[in-house]
């Protein structure tokens, strides 16, 4: 059982930086991976980052690549994704998710446990 909460979302300017944080509770497996995806209104979630707990091997979604940054403190149990160079079409609302696979993939159903999300808006 990984149950999760997000935090760290809200309005920011294009270009700017926003840091999100995932508070995890419950035991952390070996296998696990926690992840970030998000959603724009009318549009179908997509995935965005993903990071193995115990041996931080990454995943991005090309969209973000370069400037986006998932990482993760063991000791607090918590995943951050660190956003720069925000763009208008980052906006949405950011989910925070959890799964065990031998395998990380970018496919929702693989993530088995999923935070309420936190609206990201990028907008002048």
């Known amino acids: 059982q990984v149950q999760l909460v997000e935090s760290g979302g809200g309005l920011v300017q294009p270009g700017g930086s926003l840091r999100l944080s995932c508070a995890a509770s419950?035991?952390?497996?070996?296998?696990?991976?926690m992840g970030w995806f998000r959603q724009a209104p009318g549009k179908e979630r997509e995935f965005v980052t993903s990071?193995?707990?115990?041996?931080?091997?990454?995943l991005y979604a090309d969209s973000v690549k370069g400037r986006f940054t998932i990482s993760r403190n063991i000791a607090v149990n918590t995943m951050y994704l660190q956003m720069n160079s925000l763009k208008p079409e980052d906006t949405a609302v950011y989910y925070c998710?959890?799964?065990?696979?031998?395998?990380?993939?970018?496919?929702?159903?693989?993530?088995?446990?999923w935070g309420q999300g936190t609206q990201v808006t990028v907008s002048s």
């Open positions: 990071i193995r707990w115990n041996g931080g091997s990454t």
């Open positions: 419950g035991r952390i497996f070996r296998n696990v991976v």
């Open positions: 998710a959890a799964g065990y696979m031998a395998v990380p993939t970018t496919t929702q159903r693989a993530f088995s446990y």
